[in-house]
């Protein structure tokens, strides 16, 4: 399985910007798909997770209400809508696919990493 991450770039506080994921084989394993991300100097944290099967969403709180995890499985792509933008949102951003819901915010237990996507947030 490959993933591709893409979507990263410089905006201004409040903007918006959409992360995109694409995976390529073995995609039906990827029930459960998840994005992380990392500040400088900062462990990779949790930010959203998403369960095909199941239809679940969850996300860190920090994101919450402003963050929209979205999945076209037409395009074996997942989205990550981040509305409301702040400096601390800034980091590299990176999806994942984990095999158990459960496991969604265990940044251990995800099999598979795209290569991250740099976002920055001005103020």
């Known amino acids: 399985v490959q993933l591709q991450a893409s979507g990263g770039g410089l905006v201004q506080a409040g903007d918006s910007l959409r992360l995109s994921c694409a995976a390529s084989g073995g995609t039906l394993r990827l029930d459960v798909m998840g994005w992380f991300r990392q500040a400088p100097g900062k462990e990779r944290e949790f930010v959203a997770a998403?369960?095909?099967?199941?239809?679940?969403?969850r996300y860190a709180d920090p994101v919450k209400d402003r963050f929209t995890f979205s999945r076209d499985n037409a395009k074996n792509t997942v989205y990550l809508l981040m509305n409301s933008l702040r400096p601390e949102d800034a980091a590299v951003y990176y999806c994942?696919?984990?095999?158990?819901?459960?496991?969604?915010?265990?940044?251990?237990?995800?099999?598979?990493w795209g290569q991250g996507t740099l976002v920055t947030v001005s103020s």
């Open positions: 998403f369960s095909r099967s199941g239809g679940w969403t």
């Open positions: 994942g696919a984990v095999l158990r819901w459960r496991y969604c915010r265990i940044r251990a237990k995800y099999s598979f």
